[in-house]
């Protein structure tokens, strides 16, 4: 790297007079203002479907190894619980916290104030009423019965209207950016506002039965992490790892090829799902080949986030942001060769059935993309709240809790997700023992799992403080004094 | 330049998607739904139909997989979970039950290997009865306790340790639809010879 | 059912795809997508003349005396 220190570029390109650090920073926090209120209810919603979404985790993983515990609930039973959890983990804290993530860096990107916010506020109300119908019926009995897709059509109505005004609110103001670069986070997130909507009516249609329909259910589920978790995890790597030391993306052509070589590969990975399954063994196949090919945006994706921190990784320390997103890119790089492999018909043969792929599953959803949000959150909440995280040692609980808690669960799983497939297809022993064998696992699983709900709950009490502007007064950097008013 | 490079960025991701979509869905589903569905698979009847919503509703795909897999790959012969499974028999299922986990055994040929209605009913109401090791979640909200079993009903043989007092315990209406529709799982007819 | 259909569509429409998709490549080569100058300016965007290059912007965890704009020492007036 060889710019200098204070190299200005020019802000924006029909501004007239020099760009002095006055403007810049006023720019900068009128983008900030622009998004505070609707990013602030995205990702406020998006906590209480956290906690929601963590507790029925912990209840369903507890009946694992307490199968008897509130069994006489239906609306507590595990088969409605578990896709109560699953909806409200993605659909609910994921997505919301990844378009109020998603609403602040369009601002910041695109170098303007955001447009149409008044689309945001209606999609917010009615993309968490969609929610809150659709969790609810599904624990009263009315699942469709596909996994990523039990909402009945009542409830998916508005999540899916709720992503449609969002999106308009970004494009829009995409449409009226004043740079002219778009910055690679941003290719991510375009192409998922394209995406998803698509994704979520062919899904949640009622197109399909029988195998076929196994296939869209397959190929949705895994679209969901290609076209929506991935690019939201992605963009907010892209642009916090260098945002937050200070240093440019290592290769911006490798970026470029990691984009197109992961929109053209990860699309055809859907049916590594059904591998031994009454599919055309020729689309499975395709689909092996397909994850296996993802080592190359993989890699790439690697390599530049790894080049650009390299030598600052210290600033950990001093950084959640760092901290947070550091950790779940790491373990994009882990969970993605992880399941690259995974898709062969040798471990496939294995660990398909297990809890290894659940393993798998929290180490994508959450070590990787909640971790990159959260990170997200430490360093858009003090710049929309006008308020630092007011307890430093609550952070680092935080993110102990959580990191060590999802590689417990990661290990657990994995290891009896192993022995579970292992006893599954010795034909010499019964059925049953590959029950027995993971019961120490799966308590190990519970445990982490309650680390993290911890983790969690203590993060959303943080955010209420910050939100509520309680807690000490604590040293902030200058852009909060003089967006207060003071001078230095 | 910049509305060209917009629009060939928006063709490049629609394309990337749909072909994706058009490989590993749009194609097969061209194929399968050609299949004729094989002599052996009967429709599904009003009570099986309503038996298999109870099953959507109660969340049991998400332990139990519906689909036998080939020998050499996995255990499944050696257990007779049935012939490996094909496109065809799945042709009456909406939506399709075939599953992703085996926290339980598959039950795509479940009423050849259990079909003993009294054992169902017994390892519905909990799964411990029968298999002490099982992790399965207990139903008993398909069943009822009454004074007596009415006629054409027939009361769980409980063991004295959960067996209600002065009561019988019945499956209802929707714990013998359930029943039904386990007992209507079966795939061993004969695969139809198709080309692969 | 003869797969001679399926493989004809795929490896027609793999073809064309491919075929955009170079034409793409090299319209971009062409018009200097790919200069070191442009990836640069790229990479470059998320910097402004107040949080430039070679300056961390997130420190919450850090020592007040380590912050360059807290070693007065002063702190937020009130709420």
């Known amino acids: ?348 043969e294995i660990v398909h059935f297990t809890h290894y792929t659940v393993g798998h599953a929290h180490l994508g959803v959450y070590s990787f993309a909640s971790m990159i949000l959260f990170g997200a959150m430490y360093y858009i909440l003090p710049r929309i709240a006008k308020w630092e995280w007011p307890y430093p040692a609550l952070i680092k609980v935080h993110f102990w809790l959580t990191a060590v808690g999802v590689l417990l669960y990661f290990v657990a799983m994995e290891v009896g997700g192993w022995l579970q497939g292992m006893a599954m297809v010795n034909g010499a022993v019964p059925f049953i023992d590959s029950v027995i064998v993971t019961r120490p696992w799966l308590w190990g699983r519970s445990i982490g799992g309650v680390m993290m709900t911890i983790g969690n709950i203590l993060f959303a009490y943080h955010f209420a403080l910050v939100v509520y502007r309680a807690g000490p007064i604590r040293f902030a950097p200058g852009w909060v004094r003089k967006a207060e008013g003071q001078t230095s | 330049m910049m509305f060209i490079r917009s629009f060939m960025f928006f063709l490049g991701v629609l394309a990337t998607f749909l072909l994706g979509w058009a490989g590993i869905v749009g194609i097969p589903d061209s194929m399968i739904s050609r299949l004729e569905p094989p002599a052996g698979l009967k429709r599904y009847t009003a009570e099986q139909l309503y038996g298999r919503s109870i099953y959507i509703r109660e969340g049991c795909m998400y332990c139990h997989s519906q689909q036998a897999r080939p020998r050499g790959f996995g255990a499944d012969q050696e257990r007779f979970w049935g012939r490996p499974s094909i496109p065809a028999d799945f042709t009456y299922d909406r939506p399709h039950l075939l599953g992703t986990m085996r926290t339980g055994p598959d039950l795509v040929n479940i009423a050849v290997r259990q079909p003993s209605e009294e054992w169902q009913y017994l390892h519905l109401y909990n799964a411990r009865l029968v298999t002490s090791e099982s992790i399965m979640p207990p139903y008993p909200w398909l069943f009822e306790e009454k004074p007596t079993a009415g006629p054409g009903e027939k009361a769980l043989a409980l063991p004295d340790s959960v067996a209600p007092r002065n009561a019988v315990v019945v499956p209802t209406r929707e714990g013998r639809a359930l029943i039904a529709y386990l007992l209507s799982l079966d795939r061993t007819y004969d695969a139809p010879r198709s080309p692969k | 059912m003869s797969l001679f259909p399926v493989a004809v569509i795929i490896v027609a429409v793999a073809l064309v795809a491919g075929a955009l998709a170079l034409a793409a490549f090299f319209w971009a080569l062409r018009t200097g997508q790919f200069s070191v100058r442009h990836m640069n300016e790229g990479a470059l965007t998320i910097f402004d003349s107040t949080e430039p290059v070679g300056m961390p912007t997130d420190q919450t965890l850090q020592t007040p005396q380590e912050h360059p704009d807290d070693r007065t020492g002063k702190q937020l007036n009130a709420r």
């Open chain 1, 1 to 348: 790297m060889t710019e200098q220190a204070n190299s200005s570029m020019p802000v924006e390109n029909q501004s007239p007079g020099p760009s002095d650090h006055q403007s810049d920073e006023d720019l900068r926090i009128h983008i900030d203002d622009s998004a505070t209120s609707p990013t602030l209810l995205f990702l406020a919603t998006s906590m209480v479907w956290l906690i929601i979404g963590s507790l029925f985790g912990v209840v369903v993983a507890l009946k694992f190894s307490l199968p008897d515990w509130l069994g006489s609930v239906p609306a507590l039973t595990f088969g409605r619980l578990r896709p109560a959890h699953l909806n409200t983990v993605v659909f609910g804290f994921v997505s919301l916290a990844g378009a109020g993530m998603v609403i602040w860096l369009t601002g910041r990107l695109c170098r303007t104030h955001i447009r149409w916010t008044g689309l945001l506020y209606i999609s917010v109300i009615i993309w968490n009423l969609g929610l809150l119908l659709g969790t609810a019926l599904v624990l009263a009995g009315y699942s469709e019965g596909m996994e990523w897709l039990e909402f009945p059509l009542i409830a998916v109505v508005p999540v899916a209207l709720g992503f449609v005004l969002f999106a308009a609110s970004i494009l829009k103001t995409f449409a009226n950016r004043s740079v002219e670069h778009i910055y690679i986070s941003l290719w991510y997130i375009l192409a998922s506002l394209v995406w998803f909507p698509i994704l979520y009516v062919i899904g949640n249609g009622r197109f399909y039965q029988g195998v076929s329909q196994a296939a869209m259910n397959w190929w949705f589920a895994h679209n969901l992490l290609t076209v929506w978790v991935t690019p939201l995890g992605l963009a907010g790597a892209y642009y916090f790892i260098p945002k937050v030391i200070g240093r440019p993306i290592y290769s911006y052509y490798l970026g470029l090829l990691g984009f197109w070589s992961f929109a053209l590969f990860y699309n055809w990975n859907g049916l590594h799902h059904l591998v031994g399954g009454p599919v055309p063994t020729w689309a499975v196949s395709i689909s092996i080949v397909a994850s296996l090919l993802m080592f190359i945006p993989v890699i790439t994706v690697a390599v530049n986030h790894h080049m650009t921190a390299f030598g600052n990784l210290k600033l950990v320390r001093y950084s959640p942001t760092l901290r947070f997103v550091v950790f779940g890119a790491m373990s994009y790089t882990v969970v993605s060769l992880q399941g690259s492999l995974e898709a062969t018909r040798t471990m496939q």
